[in-house]
């Protein structure tokens, strides 16, 4: 486990990332969730270890220890990627995303999709121009995503330093709040492991060490354009949602299975946001593993 890993990439900016599993096992990148780091996978050390995978887990810009970037866009990670493949040496690898991370696993497939083997997108987060994008989700969530949608950013950075500020100030309150208000798979794993629960805290914590103005931008983005034609990706991409998640309901497993011509989708019942990728793991990974993209 290599948790500190950087390199410089052509513009100047630094791009942190960790590593977890097999460091000679094949090499699969995983994109976090909004307001996660490269720490939050944390959780995948042994059982990448185990299935001899190497997991290299990258700090999106101005997160944790990744240089914050002016004016990005979700197409721009795929750069960011293929330097820090080309820097690691790897010519063939797989990618996968959970929530957050969907819209950065596609802007792989755009930008480098000879060199992907497999792409999976967990429980994943949708564009937000289609009808009913909010239809089913928890309240909390929707709320951050209308201030993200307003012109002025006030209400936006505002609530995103609340969220800082319990996660470094109340972290046992926030613990409580995953153990009694998230749907009952997410509740049950957090109850009956709640380790994973402060996992998933420090792993929070580190997408604010430089502030929030990563946090914000990252929101504004998932509300805008994403500048992607999902109709124009015919790369099979592998799509796993929970029936429970609140964050992620099962009508956005829908929507990518309608626009994305060759993608496969799976629903998991009595799975939520959390538990999904967690109790899952093991196949999501063995999935990705297997070499299916021959061109």
Known sequence: MQTDNTIKI???RVLGYAEYGDSLGYPIFYFHG???????SKFMDSKAEKLNIRIISPDRPGVGISTFQENRQFLDWGNDITALADFLGLNRYSVFGL?????????CIISEPSRIENASIISGATPYDYKGTLKGIWFPVKLIHWFASWKNDKQLRKF?????DGLVNKPEKRLKQFQN?????????MTEHPEYGWEFI?????????GIDAVVQEWKLYVSDWQMELSTIHFPVNLWYGS??????????????????????KVIDNEGHFSLIRNHLEEILIELKTTHNKE
């Open 181 to 189: 208000y998230l749907p009952t798979p997410d509740k049950k794993l």
């Open 10 to 12: 052509a513009d100047g």
């Open 99 to 107: 929530s957050g991370g969907a819209p950065h696993v596609l802007a």
């Open 160 to 164: 995103i330093q609340n969220d800082f």
């Open 34 to 40: 909004g307001q996660e780091s490269r720490l939050s």
């Open 244 to 265: 429970s998640d609140k964050m992620a309901p099962t009508h956005r497993g829908q929507y990518y299975k309608k626009k994305l011509a060759n993608s496969k989708l």
């Open 202 to 210: 420090e792993g929070s914590k580190e997408s604010y060490r430089q």
